[in-house]
């Protein structure tokens, strides 16, 4: 079985950037896409942004200009790089990996809070 491990996650000042990153327990074969999904207190996950193995990539529009996501396909990871954050970016964030094969595999979530 797979684990997906997030890191990166805390506490920031509107206007401010973190940078989450997503690891792999081990080598996955097959990957169709990587993504970012966040679930704020009340509401239901979301999708924030995905990258497919083609490198195309694909954002909520209410991360568009502020959030970049990337992936090593050598490492089995995804990042997001999270610019500009609002109070309304905060929730947990988790990430997801598609196989062709069917495979859907999640991280546990990481905590992001954006507060004065």
């Known amino acids: 079985q797979v684990q997906l491990v997030e890191s990166g996650g805390g506490w920031v000042q509107p206007r401010g950037s973190l940078r989450l990153s997503c690891s792999a327990s081990?080598?996955?074969?097959?990957?169709?896409?990587r993504g970012w999904y966040r679930q704020a207190p009340e509401k239901e996950r979301e999708l924030v942004a995905t990258?497919?193995?083609?490198?195309?990539?694909n954002y909520a529009d209410s991360v568009k200009g502020r959030f970049t996501i990337s992936m090593d396909n050598g490492e089995n990871t995804v990042s997001l790089q999270m610019n500009s954050l609002k109070p309304e970016d905060t929730a947990d964030y988790y990430c997801n990996f598609r196989q062709y094969s069917g495979g859907n595999y999640w991280g546990k979530g990481i905590l992001v809070t954006v507060s004065s």
């Open positions: 081990r080598r996955v074969f097959g990957i169709r896409s």
């Open positions: 990258i497919t193995s083609g490198d195309t990539t």
